[in-house]
């Protein structure tokens, strides 16, 4: 399960040397820190500044020979990011500005605030009723603002009831800024489409309002995605290798199911090394197509049911448990990840096992 944000993908980009494009990919010039003359197949993305999922972090999109700058806003499973000057990602790798992904904030005292701000039908409040139901079993306290402002303990309570998960539907799509934003009102829209399996995706999304970013980013994740198969903003397909994670779990209600573009190859293939989306054939990989998949196996990804319970494993291991009176072991997971990662740095004895990162 992703928790945290990552730090720069430096996208294992290819030089054009010896290789000849295929049909619609890209060459680009230097943005942020891609050097020039990088190949980029279709549909394809690289990042050129920032840290994956965190607000601000350009990345380079590669559409049918098109090259574009895509600004991401921190809105995890928008359909699209907004595009921005490249020239934006070359003035801020000059500044040397770099986001803490520590700035993913948690909601203060283990208790998140809510408002609906649009207008729902009986039956989609219901659902949402039921959601918040089943995300009590994570522990945590969720109330209205209206509740907060009567809490004797307000003050200490979402920034004094200030600071809430304003939820809508007046846009398509169901989407959510990840983490506490402790501004006001943050985004979290959930349009009615959004309840055809029930209430699993409002559950999803409000992991996202959580701090949690989608299993199908984990760094072990031993999945493949189909760039011709992507449905929202290729900013959620991009691996976090730095974030602090919990065991990958097939079964989350944070995974994207085969229908978003992702799959588990069939066995046959399993000594196959398949192209991430940052990577590209020049590096010796395959390009990952539907015939790749195993559908049956694939099955398991992407439920909407409810959370798994490596779902509330993860929650409880980033807030606590009132129940249980057990703190939060985040902080122990990311010193323990980040030792094995210095660890496993000092081991590297330079053969070709590099090839493999």
């Not at 072990?220 to 760039?227: G, L, Q, V």
């Not at 395959?286 to 409810?306: F, I, N, T």
Request: hydrophobic share 35%; net charge positive.
């Amino acid at each position: 399960m992703k928790v945290l944000s990552a730090v720069i993908v430096v996208g294992a980009a290819a030089s054009v040397g010896a290789l000849s494009p295929s049909k619609g990919s890209c060459i680009t010039r230097e943005v942020g820190i891609i050097k020039a003359g990088t190949y980029i197949p279709n549909n394809h993305v690289l990042t050129a500044w920032g840290m994956v999922g965190v607000h601000g972090h350009i990345y380079v999109r590669c559409d049918n020979g098109v090259l574009t700058c895509r600004q991401d806003n921190g809105i995890a499973d928008a359909m699209e990011m907004p595009k921005v000057n490249c020239e934006k990602a070359n003035a801020n790798r000059k500044l040397g500005v770099m986001i803490d992904p520590e700035k993913i904030l948690l909601w203060p005292n283990q208790t998140m605030c809510y408002s609906y701000d649009s207008k729902f039908s009986k039956d989609k409040m219901k659902l949402m009723k039921e959601g918040w139901e089943h995300l009590k079993l994570t522990g945590l306290t969720f109330m209205t603002v209206k509740a907060c402002k009567k809490h004797p303990n307000k003050k200490a309570l979402c920034g004094g009831c200030k600071n809430f998960v304003s939820i809508r539907n007046d846009k398509p799509g169901c989407f959510a800024a990840v983490g506490y934003q402790a501004k006001g009102g943050q985004n979290f829209n959930i349009h009615d489409d959004c309840f055809a399996p029930g209430y699993g995706r409002f559950v999803h999304e409000v992991f996202h309002s959580l701090g949690i970013y989608h299993e199908h980013v984990h760094a072990k994740r031993n999945i493949i995605i189909i760039p011709s198969e992507l449905k929202v903003a290729r900013n959620n397909y991009m691996m976090k290798i730095d974030s602090v994670h919990t065991k990958y779990d097939e079964k989350s209600i944070m995974h994207y199911s085969q229908a978003a573009g992702v799959c588990i190859p069939q066995q046959k293939y399993k000594d196959v090394k398949f192209c991430d989306i940052v990577e590209s054939e020049a590096q010796g990989c395959v390009e990952p197509l539907p015939k790749h998949c195993d559908k049956d196996a694939s099955s398991v990804l992407g439920q909407r049911k409810g959370m798994s319970d490596e779902d509330i494993a993860t929650v409880k291991a980033m807030y606590g448990c009132t129940q249980t009176g057990k703190e939060a072991t985040i902080w122990e997971l990311q010193n323990e990840q980040k030792a094995a990662a210095k660890k496993g740095k000092k081991g590297d004895d330079d053969d070709d096992d590099d090839d493999q990162i």
